[in-house]
């Protein structure tokens, strides 16, 4: 017999209890409304009769609700060495294919990996540093040239913007003074000059050799 079996016994036992409950409320209302002497007296051993029945039900009762609470605990510990046995049957089988993959991996194996991966990526950092190393590039220039060479560029952009602002390659050049060079007077306004052989003869010198 299982728990559901008895639990429904026990229900119908409570059913029965209520109902002499019920019978037992009608009998006290009898022996209210009854004069005392033999009519109450047999009432009152009807009422007896009922309630011994329902002690005896309401012993069934409470022996049934005990069986089925061991029967309770019983299945209960039953499921709790079940659900043992399947949590061991897991970790042996998990032990065992843990301990096959160990076989299979070691930690100085690992380690000499790492190692080698070390190795590795630094020869590949000194493989990236060597080409892209700069050729014919200066490597002593201190902060002293740096500041030099920075007061020479401001330098020479000044003397650029000299002459109302307008760069040297842009300003004209300056022709040289011919009659400077020729050492030639100068003629005075209103006058006119005859021609000078000596002067003449220095002019023609001059254009024969600047056309050599």
Known sequence: ????????????????????????????????????????????ARAMRVLKQKRMYEGQRDMLYNQTFNLDQVAF????????????TALK?????????????????IDN?????????DVSNEIQESLGRSY???????????????????????RETES???PSYLQPDNEPDLESELHL??????HTVPPNRNN??????FCIFSSE
């Open 164 to 166: 109302d602002g307008v």
């Open 185 to 190: 007077p100068s003629a005075p306004s209103g």
């Open 93 to 109: 089988s998990a032990n065992k294919e843990l301990k096959g993959m160990m076989k299979t991996v070691k930690i100085q194996d």
């Open 1 to 44: 017999m299982n728990s559901f079996q008895i639990g429904k016994r026990g229900e119908s036992v409570d059913e029965k209890i209520k109902r002499l409950d019920a019978e037992l409320s009608r009998y006290k209302e009898q022996i209210k409304k009854t004069r005392p002497g033999p009519a109450q007296e047999a009432v009152k």
């Open 136 to 158: 014919s590039v200066p490597d002593d220039i201190d902060e002293d040239d740096l500041m030099g060479e920075l007061d020479a560029l401001e330098s020479d952009m000044g």
């Open 113 to 121: 990996m790492q190692d080698e991966m070390m190795d590795l990526m």
């Open 200 to 205: 003449a003869q220095a002019l023609l010198h």
């Open 77 to 88: 510990a039953a499921e709790g060495i079940k659900d043992a046995q399947q949590t061991m």
